[in-house]
């Protein structure tokens, strides 16, 4: 799995000029990927997000996380030494990801994704006969 922003293809006869700039600033969410026997695991640390605020999604091979952090403390701060920032990353995924499978979970501000593998790129025993 690789990690990096996907530019969009555009076509070469009449390029389109689209704006990719948001008025919020982002930040990259630093990541845990595990391998076992059935694929991936990728940890997230997204603090401040809630299951509802983010997204999620697999699109031409690019897996992309996005999410919004909210503080849920009563008022307005009277002073404050960090603010909350909204989430973005995107990694390309390889052909042995089963990219139907791939499952999420949300758990106090940390993301967990399951990447599993396809059944036909996991290794095999294969049985030796005695002749």
Do not use: C, W
């Amino acid at each position: 799995m690789k990690e990096g922003t996907v530019p969009e293809k555009t076509q070469q006869q009449e390029p389109e000029v689209q704006d990719t700039r948001e008025e919020a600033r982002t930040s990259t969410p630093p990541v845990d990927i595990f391998e076992n026997k059935d694929g991936l695991v990728v940890v997230a640390d997204l603090p401040g997000v809630k299951k509802e605020d983010a997204d999620v999604r697999v699109e031409n091979g690019v897996l992309t996380l996005k999410a919004t952090s909210r503080s849920d403390l009563p008022g307005e701060p009277v002073h404050h030494e960090y603010a909350l920032r909204n989430f973005f990353r995107q990694f390309q995924l390889s052909e042995e990801v089963d990219q139907e499978k791939i499952k999420a979970e949300m758990k106090h501000g940390v993301l967990i994704l399951n990447l599993p593998k396809r059944e036909e790129t996991k290794p095999k025993q294969i049985t030796v006969q005695v002749s």
